[in-house]
């Protein structure tokens, strides 16, 4: 029994913790991402409540770890989050933002803040939990008719079906008729399973003795035809069943055993597989890591809907076939002349078909996402996809292309994608080929970068700028930054499409290999990016142009760019704190003082937001030039208990500061080496000679300990350093009181025992004063007792 409570009590926590939901984050120009793994098959909602919005579990209440929340992410967008209990996150933001939650595939579940206003995909999600939630009063669901159209019918929503008894009792119909009308009848609830022959009869309306009579003559004639119908077989005889007759319990029959397992046979790897079998499988859907259906691969066929582009793009033949009888639309041509757009990668065109035939097309959210993907090398459907890139068939690889990025922790079929690749066309691989590869190698997945990498490759017949960028990319990707360079040279005499790419690329390979960008290639990337400003693109190349400023040493210019570019939106949030971490990376090793005070003085608040490590940095930077305030400043102003590495920093300022018990302070718990140096310095300070001297001796610095020694006037622990002038003058200082010569000596003897004792006094004092600095007219300050 001790030893099923010593396992309860040593699991629990190990349980405890499997029940915790981990929260992760990542920060982007226009969102902020929470990651939260809930696990593939657990429920959730999303809704705005008041200060932000909430996501709520719907299957058992687990906790939040928000430890590593705010990791990559600054508290500029989201400001807070709470985990509420119950399984309900609060998401506190200061923005007019949105949610926008999606699946993130791998049992992750995505949770975006993004600016603006919520678009219609996302609308639900931003709705109030509340208003949301509640169940419809009668009526409302009765004057609702988006929610009675929607409303699956179920069995618990579903009217029970209300019909006429066959053979009903006359009698009682009769009866009821002549029944005289009570003042205001209250009608009972019927059950939702009672026959409607025990429902109580409806309260008559006041009407003349004619009006009654005509009502039992209609119903009398009613009956007559449905018993008619009944005898015809027209209608069947709602008869009650029997009740269920009690027999006694029997015992059950034993359970036959189980036949025997078949023999292993020498042939038993083998299988035969019919055509039958084929089509059989090929019709079934298989399915996701989250259950989903895999989209037939039917719809992702793209290498069927053309005939290879040597005998001309056919598009005159395909449109003849787009109208039908009567001249009207046919559904299957347009269909066929929007998959021949795609086909040839004319996905504008395809977009332009697709919008005036759309109720004509077969599954035009698919075409359309193809479509865009040949233009754009996206999708923006690509979030209602992600599921998508686990299956096993030619939609992974259309799904993982519709990706504006793809991510690690991602569930991806490489091996679908390499082998649907491998079968498209030359031109489709060529046109698709090296951003899908590029997208690949960001997330280190070198086997399938390098399968579409070589499959592209071998349908060139002359190098191409794509597939040069690819290559470059691949060799920075690899660790030689200096082969990467010279690729991306020869690359940007030619690359008039890729320029910005190719651009982004060579500063890139230019600080991986330790190099200033040359003042030439600043100059490109800022005309280019001046180009494409207001895009995508030109954030990029705005964000290169930064890093390639400090690489040259040119901190002014790249301060002012990082304002600019947080001013228009260019680079925000932890965009703009990676760039400022870069460029004060560069500057805090930069050889110029003079420099470095210039530039870091009028941003030491901005350098308080940097990350730990280069914050001291800075900090120790600012200390040996003499700025003990400014050291101080840039380490923060938190309370919270400072880590190790601050305290000796805060020490090394407090000496600075003179105040040698704050340095003492800082110092406590600590017994490192640096540590206990400080130490020693600021007892020495604090004139606690005595304690720095063991101190030093603790260290194993016997000079130091010697002169603190002096200092403190031990004269003898000095007198234990034999052989040296230290060890001399404590000797000396011991015998000071020791009479030089009897008194009965006679005078002559005593002089001569008092010069000697003074010669030996003088070669001791100048010994000592030559050992500590080596110059006797400025050492006698330093090793002045007291």
Known sequence: MRCLLFLVLAFAPMALRAQEVDVTSGEHPTFSRLVLRIGADAGWEVGRVDGGIEFRLLDAPRAYNLTRAFDLMPRTRVTDLVDRGQGRLFVAFSCLCHAAPFDAGGGYTALDIRDGAAPVEFAAFNEPLEERNAPLSPDNAALDPVNQATLPETEATRSPRLTLPILPDRRRIVSDANTPNSPDPQPATPSPSAPMATLPPLPQPAGSARDSRRAEETEAALLDQIARAASQGLLDADVPEPPPVERPMEDPAPAEPLPPKPPVRDDGHVSITTSVDDATRDAGLTRTDEGDSCYPAKYFEVSDWGAPLTNGAQIGRVRSEIVGEFDEADGAGVTALVRHYVFITFGAEAIVVLSRYRPDIERPDILAMLAEIMDDGQASSALSVIPQMACDGPVALWAAAAQPQLYRYQTINGEAIRRTFLALPPHLRRHIGPGLAAKFLAIGDTVTADTLQSATARVFETPSADLGLLEARRELSDGRPDAAQRKLDDLLASADDLLPAALIERVEAALAHGDPVPDDLIALVES???????????????????????????????????????????????????????????????????????????RIGEATTLPP???????????????????????????????????????????????????????????????????????????DHAGASQTYAELGEEGEALREAWRAGDWEQLALAEGTPFGAAGALMQDIDTP?????????????ALIAASRTARATIDALLVGIDGNPDGATDDVQPE
């Open 528 to 602: 280019v990016g001046f180009e494409h400003r207001g895009t995508e693109t030109g954030a990029a190349l705005a964000r290169a142009e930064i890093r390639a400023l400090a690489s040259a040493a040119r901190y002014r210019e790249a301060f002012e760019r990082l304002d600019g570019a947080r001013a228009d939106g260019t680079a925000d949030g932890k965009v703009a704190i990676d760039l400022s971490r870069e460029v004060f990376a560069l500057l805090v090793m930069d050889p110029s003082d003079e420099e470095f005070l210039t530039r870091s003085v009028s």
């Open 613 to 687: 490590e280069l914050r001291r940095d800075v900090s120790l930077r600012f200390l040996d030039l003499g700025f003990p305030a400014q050291a101080r400043a840039v380490l923060g102003g938190s309370t919270a208990v400072p880590q190790p590495e601050d305290r000796l920093i805060y020490a090394r300022i407090a000496l600075a500061q003179s105040k040698p018990r704050v340095a003492v302070g800082y110092l406590a718990g600590l017994d490192n080496k640096p540590a206990l140096e400080l130490r020693a310095a600021a007892m020495s300070m604090a004139q």
């Open 740 to 752: 030089l010569a009897d008194r009965t000596d006679p005078p002559l003897a005593r002089n001569e």
